[in-house]
């Protein structure tokens, strides 16, 4: 920031000048010159090295607190936000790439090649997106409306999708209304929302232990304190809950309690009650992130908390990139009345609307009920996957001594390896024999774990499952464990 002079901004270009000063500081945290924590220049000096007005460095430091970029200490001054890590689930492997000669990455992203098994990445398979009837009603769309459709929307949503969006929720028990309901651009914008609207530096989140990744780097830029605690087979630690929430008074708890990610694991109807209670008693927000509710494979209950929730503590996010199209950026959320407008400014500050054509046509995919079709396509090819991996571990992994549980649907299995096997190093053997799995170490917001892995059959074909688990129980059958204590005994 030393770098800045009287001519660092252009005055005569017609952007405002605080937007200029915006977008340079936005470009230095990006690009990793400054780091997180980084104390900007108090307002009055950074006004005079520039030669502008006070109010422009406000105007910038606001806009810059407003997308995430920076966070603000009463009494001590404005700092950089620690970067979001991850992104999406590609995007985490960069933490694991493997050896530099299988020349996985590239740019952070992981490129899946055509001979690899894809145990890591959770998006579908290509041959399932219903590509026939979205090209119809996309031009169909056109026809009817033209060029309005690529102009700005309302930044709470077109209307008519957020009122086809209600019926639908009535299929999951869920009662709205379209002015509760918020469109978004994916799950991960959802969360990132959520956070702007209401989480402030030093506040405190707790979130299931493991958890999804993105939420966790996106809470923690905005300077949140993670309080995570332990999920079991039948949802989070009600005990541990109740004690976390008397004690650190959060400002939201983050849970997944359909097919968890990365566990697979459900919560009861019991638990999903209690969870409740302890919100109702202690005043405090959860947010749902309906993962994959959709896809169940048994007759076992499966309901929203959001379906139970009568008292509006529940905020729901749901996408449609696990059961429809990744690329389609589309989403929404259901807000409780008492932070309606903190999520829409927050909304609009990030990137003021969803893509209109995407809507629109998503509204009479709805209204059609051509996606109920849709989705019993989708449960019977991943009921064939979710079986044939049920089979492929039995057969395999039933002697090798790990720790598992089969979830009742969902696209995820967890797995816990023996005493003295290391997830990492399994990932990188794994990917020398083109198998990609994801290292549970990721996962954790606070311990550094490295026992377990997750497996994901989103991306992978029957015959495809049951070769790659073949390939991993003869890696973890041919460990050194030896190799792994001599690896870790700490130096003296």
């Known amino acids: 920031m030393e770098k800045f002079n009287k001519n660092t901004l252009d005055k005569r270009k017609p952007q405002h000048l605080y937007v200029q000063l915006f977008n340079i500081i936005r470009d230095s945290i990006i690009k990793g010159q400054l780091k997180d924590h980084y104390k900007l220049p108090p307002i009055r000096s950074l006004a005079g090295q520039l030669e502008v007005n006070n109010s422009t460095v406000v105007n910038a430091y606001r806009l810059l607190e407003k997308e995430g970029y920076v966070y603000k200490k009463m009494g001590s001054g404005t700092f950089v936000s620690p970067r979001l890590e991850y992104d999406n689930e590609d995007v985490i492997l960069e933490k694991y790439p493997a050896k530099d000669d299988l020349k996985l990455m590239d740019q952070g992203q992981m490129q899946i090649r055509k001979d690899m098994i894809s145990f890591a990445s959770a998006t579908p398979t290509p041959?399932?997106?219903?590509?026939?009837?979205?090209?119809?009603?996309?031009?169909?769309?056109?026809?009817?409306?033209?060029?309005?459709?690529?102009?700005?929307?309302?930044?709470?949503?077109?209307?008519?999708?957020?009122?086809?969006?209600?019926?639908?929720?009535?299929n999951y028990n869920i009662e709205t209304k379209p002015e509760n309901v918020q469109i978004i651009s994916g799950a991960q914008q959802g969360i990132d929302v959520i956070a702007k609207a209401l989480v402030e530096y030093n506040d405190r989140v707790i979130v299931e232990s493991p958890t999804y990744t993105g939420a966790i780097g996106t809470f923690r830029s905005r300077g949140a304190q993670i309080i995570s605690i332990p999920i079991l087979e039948d949802g989070i630690d009600i005990k541990k809950l109740e004690e976390s929430v008397k004690v650190n008074k959060p400002k939201l708890i983050y849970l997944m309690p359909n097919f968890q990610n990365p566990t697979g694991y459900s919560y009861s109807?019991?638990?999903?009650?209690?969870?409740?209670?302890i919100a109702k008693k202690y005043n405090i927000l959860i947010v749902e992130d309906d993962y994959l509710s959709d896809?169940?494979?048994?007759?076992?209950?499966?309901?929203?908390?959001?379906s139970l929730d009568k008292d509006g503590l529940v905020i729901y996010i749901k996408s449609f990139s696990k059961i429809f199209m990744p690329g389609l950026r589309l989403g929404f959320l259901v807000m409780p009345p008492r932070v309606y407008h903190k999520i829409l400014r927050a909304k609009h500050t990030s990137d003021?609307?969803?893509?209109?054509?995407n809507q629109r046509v998503?509204?009479?995919?709805?209204?059609?009920?051509?996606?109920?079709?849709?989705?019993?396509?989708?449960?019977?090819?991943?009921e064939e996957r979710f079986e044939v991996m049920g089979k492929s571990i039995s057969k395999y992994f039933s002697q090798l001594g790990l720790e598992y549980s089969i979830p009742n649907g969902g696209l995820n299995f967890w797995f816990k390896l023996p005493e003295g096997l290391n997830s990492d190093e399994i990932y990188e053997k794994a990917a020398e024999k083109n198998v990609l799995i994801i290292p549970g170490n990721i996962f954790f917001p606070i311990v550094n774990e490295n026992s377990y892995f997750r497996l994901s059959i989103a991306a992978v074909y029957p015959e495809q499952i049951e070769k790659g688990m073949n390939i991993l129980a003869n890696i973890i059958k041919g460990y050194d464990k030896e190799h792994i204590r001599d690896y870790y005994t700490p130096l003296l």
Do not use: C
């Open 269 to 277: 109807l019991e638990k999903k009650k209690k969870i409740l209670d």
């Open 352 to 357: 003021i609307s969803t893509s209109g054509l």
């Open 295 to 306: 896809l169940v494979f048994n007759k076992r209950e499966n309901g929203t908390l959001k």
């Open 362 to 382: 998503f509204d009479l995919y709805l209204r059609r009920d051509i996606w109920k079709d849709h989705i019993h396509h989708m449960e019977k090819i991943y």
């Open 127 to 170: 041959d399932l997106f219903p590509v026939e009837a979205f090209k119809v009603l996309l031009n169909e769309v056109l026809d009817r409306d033209k060029g309005e459709v690529f102009g700005y929307q309302e930044s709470q949503g077109y209307f008519p999708l957020r009122e086809s969006l209600t019926k639908y929720l009535k």
